[in-house]
């Protein structure tokens, strides 16, 4: 049984290297193909935990973290992740923003995707003053040489926690993906979920 743990601020400093190297392996896997390295994780992960109100849920067996799930209020995010928002009109102070989720391969089928995801927004109703949540995922065309035969894409999942993909959201993120030398821009579309008035 998976054990899953909300935390925020220097709590998580201890885990700073379990969670670059997790990060660094299951994205490396399609569709992010992303050839990662350990400065440049550890960097980021501070950003969850300097910036006020955000939070990481990490998933343990035993002592071992197996999966992680971020989040922050939208308005402590890069320029690229604000600007498409701030472009469409929005309040990106009423916006949360969910980072990401990595759960090793072999701990999937147990209930942890969905319950990063209520873990998140339970911890930005708690914050307070949120009206959205949001995230990103990369788009990839369907005959992309290193889609697995079997890859299925989150899309229903997604739906299914009660988000809506907007394709006039978008933005790219660069990163250095397996078999490339240098970084190279990656599209990206946002999905949203409206929060019910409490």
Not at 11 to 17: E, G, M, R, S
Not at 19 to 46: C, H, M, N, Q, S
Not at 129 to 157: I, K, M, T, W
Request: hydrophobic share 35%.
């Amino acid at each position: 049984m998976l054990r899953l743990e909300r935390l925020s601020g220097d709590k998580l400093n201890q885990y700073i290297p379990e969670l670059a190297e997790l990060r660094i392996r299951v994205f490396r896997d399609f569709p992010y193909l992303y050839d990662g390295d350990l400065t440049y994780e550890e960097k980021y992960l501070k950003t969850y935990i300097e910036a006020p109100d955000s939070v990481i849920v990490l998933a343990f067996d035993g002592e071992h973290v197996v999966g992680a799930s971020t989040g922050i209020p939208l308005k402590y995010e890069t320029d690229e992740v604000k600007a498409p928002f701030i472009a469409a009109g929005y309040d990106i102070d009423k916006i949360f923003y969910c980072g990401e989720s990595v759960l090793l391969s072999q701990y999937r089928g147990q209930g942890a995707g969905v319950a990063f995801f209520d873990e998140r927004e339970a911890h930005a109703h708690e914050v307070g003053g949120f009206e959205y949540s949001c995230f990103c995922g990369v788009q990839r065309p369907e005959d992309h040489p290193q889609r697995p035969a079997d890859y299925q894409p989150l899309d229903n999942f997604w739906c299914k926690r009660g988000y809506e993909k907007h394709p006039e959201l978008n933005t790219t993120f660069s990163w250095k993906e397996v078999g490339e030398t240098i970084e190279s821009p990656k599209p990206m579309t946002f999905w949203m979920k409206k929060f019910k008035s409490l």
